[in-house]
């Protein structure tokens, strides 16, 4: 059964930082590219960053320079650093399995997510 546990949420107050993990079990991970996506109320699910089984990585736009995704291939987690926080941050985050291809991370496995709430 493949499983991704996603963890470390919470709230936070705006210029703050947390780190999400997601633990990962039920697929060979090393050969899974993984994601961090976000879902804002009303808003379309978004991708935040990206990792490759050989660790490349990109960030969305509107995260660069505050958010760094990596993996831990022995344990089998990818992580989220979040620095410098903002309110616009505040979503469900969710970590996802699959292969990246031109169409972006495709794949079926996803976590139950996450809560991130940035406010004063």
């Known amino acids: 059964q493949v499983r991704l546990v996603e963890s470390g949420g919470g709230l936070v107050q705006p210029g703050g930082s947390l780190r999400l993990s997601c633990a990962v079990s039920?697929?060979?991970?090393?050969?899974?590219?993984m994601g961090w996506y976000r879902q804002a109320p009303g808003k379309q699910r978004e991708l935040v960053a990206l990792?490759?089984?050989?660790?490349?990585?990109d960030h969305a736009d509107s995260v660069k320079g505050r958010f760094t995704i990596s993996r831990d291939n022995d344990k089998k987690m990818v992580y989220l650093q979040m620095n410098n926080l903002k309110p616009e941050d505040t979503a469900v985050y969710y970590c996802?399995?699959?292969?990246?291809?031109?169409?972006?991370?495709?794949?079926?496995?996803w976590g139950q997510g996450t809560q991130v709430t940035v406010s004063s």
């Open positions: 039920g697929i060979i991970f090393r050969l899974y590219d």
């Open positions: 990792i490759t089984t050989r660790g490349r990585t």
């Open positions: 996802k399995g699959g292969t990246v291809t031109s169409a972006g991370l495709v794949g079926d496995y």
